[in-house]
Structure formats: structure tokens, C-alpha cells
């Protein structure tokens, strides 16, 4: 049983610390000059209307050129004020406000790109809050590199409690997975909070972002991008942060989670699909592990190896995304997490299967 559970082990081991690798090479991006290029930022929303003064003040208030770029905000269908509230800033000559010429986030986006001028496009979303240098590094990022497609980095917003500290570590080890990777020249996910790629490879992917289902916008275009050996690179910079807000429920968070894990089943990328498998096999094993314990105390110290042995390359990745994002305070809440986190998925896999009932 030994040899089998550490046959278990390696694969894991061995692509966490690749990953890890990967964060080891990440360089912070520095400015050369200031960019000049024309951007199109683009807000899908939807019932958002207490949060697109602030997002909208934000992206007006950027440290760039007001002639080099414009903010679409298109409104997917809201049963609130969202689209009232943006038109009440459309006295500035860079905002336009549009309603969806479909349903749901992609369709949101597309109507967005179809009626933008930039030859870049930025994506976030309506609850995010970005500094003034947010736009002009990312531009500065794009003149520099010319790439297809720009992962930037997301935070949460900090909150006190197990939960929402539960929630920030394991946003940060998604970021850390989406940093590591991409700069392994392997990139598996990223975040349309905080995106960037060229109008051209969109309109060039687009067909491929599966408008069947509600979510994935921004996977599937990676996933598409990356097929075609587009060049697709990770941003670090503190100027290019976006802050998003943490879920204010239990349900709220798993139902996030579960509408995620919804689209995995079209993912093609084998790379992705790889450490899905292995991740979701470890888990269960640990699982496992703690329900043999009742019956027979030797699975839990087994259990605890086990536990102990994914915690190295977690703890690794972690770390160094922690300090990266000055958030170094969360890791004493790592361990309660690593404890907690196999009934986490159990919850978001069951919350996966109602919400597919539904």
C-alpha cells in the first residue's frame, strides 16, 4: 500500500514543483516609456449598479492618454440600474454604454470587442478596483513583448475571519498556479478580471469559446490561443494589480466555484486536464485516508504523510505568491487550510451537482 500511495504522490510532486520553478523565473515588468497605443477597455455587468461608479471612476481616473482609450461598458441583460447608473457617466467623450445583443458574459464581450476601436483589448469586471497605473503598464507590458494574450494578476480584498482567509489563500494558489505556469511557457488559466489579447486573435478564437456554456470566456480563449502556439505571458507588476471582492457567503463561494469547474469537461488542453486529474486523485486519496482512519487508526498516520508530503509543494507555491502580493500574513492560516480544503471540494463538487439539478 506504501508503494502505491507514493506512486500516487509523484506525479503531483513532481508538477507542483515545476510550477514552482516557473514562479522562480517571474521578472516584475518595468516601464520603458509611456505607451501611446489606443485601448479598448471592456465591462460585461450584470445587476452591478453599486459597483460601476467606482470602476468606472477608476478607469477614468488611469494615468493614460484619454484620447488612447475607451471604456465600453456592456450591460448583459440587468434587472437593476447597472445600465442607468453607467449612462449617468456618458458625458465623458472615452465611455460608451451598450446593452448585450445576447445573453450572458460572452456574448457581452463580443458585442463589446465588435463595436471597439483599440487593436488591445482589456478586460475586468465590474466589481474590480484598479490603481491609476493599471492601464499604462499594461499597455507599456503589450509594447514591449507583443504578445497574443496578456494574464494579469487578481487579488481579493482582505477580510478578517477563517473564511474569507480561507477564500484569499486559495485565490492566491489559483494565481500562483496561473503565474507558474505561464511563465513555464505552459499556461493553464487566467482570470477575465484582469486580461488582455489582441481584437485580431480574438476575433481569430472566437469560435472556439464554447457559447453553449454560461462561463469560460476567458479559459477557453487561453486554451485556443495557446493550440495555435500563440505567445501568451504573464504580467507582474504591482501597478498592474485588480482587486475583486471575496464571496460574503459559504454558498455564494462554492456556487462561484462549482459554475467553474462546470466548463472543465470541454477543456482540450491536455496539460490542464493533466493536473485536474492528478489534484482530484490526491484529494480523494486523502479522503479516503480519513475515512479508513475510523476503522483502523494506521490510515490516519498514513493520512497524515500524505498530507504532509502535499503540503511541501503547496507551502512552496504559496509562499512565494504570498510575497509577491505583499500577503505574506495569510500563511499562518496555511496549515488550518490544507486540513480544511479536501471537505472544500467535497462541498463544491456537491454544489456543482445541484446547481447542474437546477
Given at each position: 500500500?506504501?508503494?502505491?500511495?507514493?506512486?500516487?504522490?509523484?506525479?503531483?510532486?513532481?508538477?507542483?514543483?515545476?510550477?514552482?520553478?516557473?514562479?522562480?523565473?517571474?521578472?516584475?515588468?518595468?516601464?520603458?516609456?509611456?505607451?501611446?497605443?489606443?485601448?479598448s477597455v471592456i465591462v460585461a455587468c450584470r445587476n452591478e449598479e453599486k459597483s460601476l461608479p467606482?470602476?468606472?471612476?477608476?478607469?477614468?481616473?488611469?494615468?493614460?492618454?484619454?484620447?488612447?482609450?475607451?471604456?465600453?461598458?456592456?450591460?448583459?441583460?440587468?434587472?437593476?440600474?447597472?445600465?442607468?447608473?453607467?449612462?449617468?457617466?456618458?458625458?465623458?467623450?472615452?465611455?460608451?454604454?451598450l446593452k448585450n445583443k445576447g445573453c450572458g458574459k460572452k456574448k457581452a464581450i463580443s458585442?463589446?470587442?465588435?463595436?471597439?476601436?483599440?487593436?488591445?483589448?482589456?478586460?475586468?469586471?465590474?466589481?474590480?478596483?484598479?490603481?491609476?497605473e493599471w492601464l499604462k503598464t499594461i499597455v507599456s507590458f503589450?509594447?514591449?513583448?507583443?504578445?497574443?494574450?496578456?494574464?494579469?494578476?487578481?487579488?481579493l480584498e482582505s477580510r478578517k475571519g477563517f473564511f474569507n482567509r480561507f477564500q484569499e489563500l486559495e485565490f492566491l494558489s489559483l494565481q500562483g498556479i496561473t503565474a507558474g505556469t505561464a511563465a513555464a511557457g505552459n499556461p493553464v488559466m487566467c482570470n477575465g478580471a484582469n486580461l488582455?489579447?489582441?481584437?485580431?486573435?480574438?476575433?481569430?478564437?472566437?469560435?472556439?469559446?464554447h457559447d453553449e456554456l454560461i462561463?469560460?470566456?476567458?479559459?477557453?480563449?487561453?486554451?485556443?490561443?495557446?493550440?495555435?502556439?500563440?505567445?501568451?505571458?504573464?504580467?507582474?507588476?504591482?501597478?498592474?494589480?485588480?482587486?475583486?471582492?471575496?464571496?460574503?457567503?459559504?454558498?455564494?463561494?462554492?456556487?462561484?466555484?462549482?459554475?467553474?469547474?462546470?466548463k472543465a469537461g470541454s477543456y482540450r488542453d491536455m496539460f490542464t486536464v493533466v493536473l485536474a486529474i492528478v489534484t482530484l486523485i490526491i484529494i480523494s486519496l486523502q479522503l479516503t485516508l480519513l475515512a479508513a482512519g475510523i476503522f483502523d487508526r494506521l490510515f490516519l498516520l498514513v493520512y497524515l504523510a500524505v498530507y504532509l508530503l502535499k503540503s511541501i509543494p503547496d507551502?512552496?507555491?504559496l509562499n512565494n505568491t504570498a510575497s509577491r502580493y505583499k500577503k505574506k500574513y495569510l500563511m499562518k492560516w496555511f496549515f488550518p487550510a490544507q486540513l480544511f480544503y479536501p471537505f472544500y471540494v467535497v462541498?463544491?463538487?456537491?454544489?456543482?451537482?445541484?446547481?447542474?439539478?437546477?
Amino acid at each position: 500500500m506504501v508503494w502505491l500511495i507514493i506512486l500516487i504522490l509523484i506525479p503531483y510532486l513532481y508538477l507542483l514543483l515545476k510550477i514552482y520553478s516557473g514562479l522562480l523565473n517571474i521578472k516584475p515588468h518595468k516601464p520603458s516609456e509611456t505607451p501611446e497605443l489606443f485601448v479598448s477597455v471592456i465591462v460585461a455587468c450584470r445587476n452591478e449598479e453599486k459597483s460601476l461608479p467606482f470602476l468606472i471612476t477608476d478607469v477614468m481616473s488611469q494615468d493614460y492618454n484619454p484620447d488612447h482609450f475607451e471604456l465600453i461598458v456592456v450591460d448583459d441583460n440587468s434587472i437593476d440600474g447597472s445600465y442607468e447608473t453607467a449612462m449617468g457617466y456618458n458625458n465623458s467623450k472615452n465611455l460608451i454604454v451598450l446593452k448585450n445583443k445576447g445573453c450572458g458574459k460572452k456574448k457581452a464581450i463580443s458585442t463589446g470587442v465588435d463595436a471597439s476601436r483599440g487593436s488591445l483589448i482589456v478586460t475586468t469586471d465590474a466589481d474590480c478596483r484598479m490603481g491609476k497605473e493599471w492601464l499604462k503598464t499594461i499597455v507599456s507590458f503589450y509594447t514591449d513583448n507583443k504578445p497574443e494574450l496578456i494574464i494579469g494578476p487578481v487579488t481579493l480584498e482582505s477580510r478578517k475571519g477563517f473564511f474569507n482567509r480561507f477564500q484569499e489563500l486559495e485565490f492566491l494558489s489559483l494565481q500562483g498556479i496561473t503565474a507558474g505556469t505561464a511563465a513555464a511557457g505552459n499556461p493553464v488559466m487566467c482570470n477575465g478580471a484582469n486580461l488582455a489579447f489582441r481584437k485580431e486573435a480574438y476575433n481569430r478564437h472566437a469560435g472556439n469559446l464554447h457559447d453553449e456554456l454560461i462561463s469560460g470566456d476567458d479559459v477557453f480563449l487561453l486554451h485556443s490561443i495557446k493550440k495555435e502556439s500563440g505567445k501568451i505571458v504573464w504580467l507582474e507588476s504591482e501597478k498592474a494589480y485588480v482587486i475583486t471582492r471575496s464571496a460574503t457567503t459559504l454558498d455564494s463561494f462554492l456556487l462561484q466555484r462549482a459554475r467553474w469547474i462546470s466548463k472543465a469537461g470541454s477543456y482540450r488542453d491536455m496539460f490542464t486536464v493533466v493536473l485536474a486529474i492528478v489534484t482530484l486523485i490526491i484529494i480523494s486519496l486523502q479522503l479516503t485516508l480519513l475515512a479508513a482512519g475510523i476503522f483502523d487508526r494506521l490510515f490516519l498516520l498514513v493520512y497524515l504523510a500524505v498530507y504532509l508530503l502535499k503540503s511541501i509543494p503547496d507551502f512552496m507555491i504559496l509562499n512565494n505568491t504570498a510575497s509577491r502580493y505583499k500577503k505574506k500574513y495569510l500563511m499562518k492560516w496555511f496549515f488550518p487550510a490544507q486540513l480544511f480544503y479536501p471537505f472544500y471540494v467535497v462541498g463544491v463538487v456537491l454544489r456543482f451537482l445541484c446547481y447542474r439539478s437546477d
